[in-house]
């Protein structure tokens, strides 16, 4: 009788010695999970609310050129054009180009500034599939401009 | 491994005319998403910033990311405020860094 007690006693020894090894991998678990999150690209939402700030954009005003179908998501060629006079007083201090469906969601972030004369730029972009781009530009004034364009992706450009 | 970047500016300017420079370089761009024949990642190696600089003064810069197409392609504008060098300079992962002097003729 006393035997079978003994025995009991152990099991539940070794039970609580079990169940707190597992807690322990349960928190390193959740440690690995956080530190993922963290090398994780942002949104596109966060993206634009990293630019933006509380300011809003307005839509328009902003050229975007791209191509309506892409054969080959792996150089698109695209060209953003803003409208401004370029003075020290009203210039566009950056032209921010966002992709809604990359990995990662900006392409490329381009600064102006009164020397440069003229806020158009032209580059070619890596498409991962069928989206939209964005663009914003960012005025002296503090005011934000928008565009949409969507763009057709026959073949993905970002490998896998 | 480097090759000489192309650049392309117009031959004859005016004070105060805009300018378009076109721009190429050759690069791989390697995103760091991509997986090699081993399966293993291929690390990241991109160019990550570009500056051009007239006379002293930044004129235009850029902050290119794994959205770029590989060798990359960059046309931009800027005022010429008389004769001298353009300087560009590429820089990105693994320490790379490419500088080239431009000289804008003015007459």
Same mark, same amino acid.
């Given at each position: 009788?006393?035997?079978?007690?003994?025995?009991?006693?152990?099991?539940?020894?070794?039970?609580?010695?079990?169940?707190?090894?597992?807690?322990?991998?349960?928190?390193?678990?959740?440690?690995?999970?956080?530190?993922?999150?963290?090398?994780?690209?942002?949104?596109?939402?966060?993206?634009?609310?990293?630019?933006?700030?509380?300011?809003?954009?307005?839509?328009?005003?902003?050229?975007? @050129?791209?191509?309506? $179908? #892409? &054969?080959?998501? =792996?150089?698109?060629?695209?060209?953003?054009?803003?409208?401004?006079?370029? /003075?020290?007083?009203?210039?566009?201090?950056?032209?921010?180009?966002?992709?809604?469906?990359?990995?990662?969601?900006?392409?490329?972030?381009?600064?102006?500034?009164?020397?440069?004369?003229?806020?158009?730029?032209?580059?070619?972009?890596?498409?991962?599939?069928?989206? @939209?781009?964005?663009? $914003? #530009? &960012?005025?002296? =004034?503090?005011?934000?401009?928008?565009?949409?364009?969507?763009?057709?992706? /026959?073949?993905?450009?970002?490998?896998? | 491994?480097?090759?000489?970047?192309?650049?392309?500016?117009?031959?004859?300017?005016?004070?105060?005319?805009?300018?378009?420079?076109?721009?190429?370089?050759?690069?791989?761009?390697?995103?760091?998403?991509?997986?090699?024949?081993?399966?293993?990642?291929?690390?990241?190696?991109?160019?990550?910033?570009?500056?051009?600089?007239?006379?002293?003064?930044?004129?235009?810069?850029?902050?290119?990311?794994?959205?770029?197409?590989?060798?990359?392609?960059?046309?931009?504008?800027?005022?010429?405020?008389?004769?001298?060098?353009?300087?560009?300079?590429?820089?990105?992962?693994?320490?790379?860094?490419?500088?080239?002097?431009?000289?804008?003729?003015?007459?």
């Amino acid at each position: 009788m006393s035997r079978r007690l003994k025995l009991e006693v152990l099991d539940r020894r070794e039970f609580l010695v079990g169940a707190s090894a597992a807690a322990a991998v349960a928190t390193v678990v959740g440690d690995a999970h956080l530190a993922l999150a963290q090398d994780k690209p942002p949104t596109f939402d966060e993206t634009m609310a990293k630019i933006l700030g509380q300011a809003k954009a307005e839509e328009g005003k902003i050229n975007i @050129d791209l191509p309506e $179908i #892409a &054969e080959n998501g =792996n150089t698109v060629p695209y060209s953003v054009t803003v409208d401004s006079p370029m /003075t020290d007083a009203d210039h566009v201090k950056a032209i921010h180009v966002l992709s809604t469906g990359n990995p990662s969601p900006t392409i490329a972030s381009y600064r102006f500034s009164p020397a440069s004369g003229k806020a158009a730029v032209s580059s070619r972009m890596r498409l991962a599939k069928t989206q @939209d781009i964005v663009s $914003i #530009a &960012e005025l002296s =004034n503090g005011k934000f401009l928008m565009g949409k364009r969507t763009v057709k992706v /026959t073949i993905g450009g970002c490998g896998g | 491994m480097t090759t000489k970047p192309r650049i392309k500016v117009p031959d004859t300017n005016k004070v105060g005319d805009v300018i378009e420079v076109k721009t190429l370089i050759s690069h791989v761009m390697e995103t760091g998403n991509r997986k090699g024949p081993d399966g293993n990642l291929v690390p990241r190696d991109l160019i990550t910033g570009f500056t051009a600089t007239f006379g002293g003064k930044e004129v235009f810069r850029a902050d290119l990311t794994s959205g770029v197409s590989a060798n990359p392609y960059i046309s931009f504008f800027f005022k010429v405020t008389g004769a001298g060098d353009l300087e560009l300079t590429w820089t990105g992962d693994k320490d790379f860094k490419v500088t080239e002097k431009v000289p804008i003729k003015v007459g």
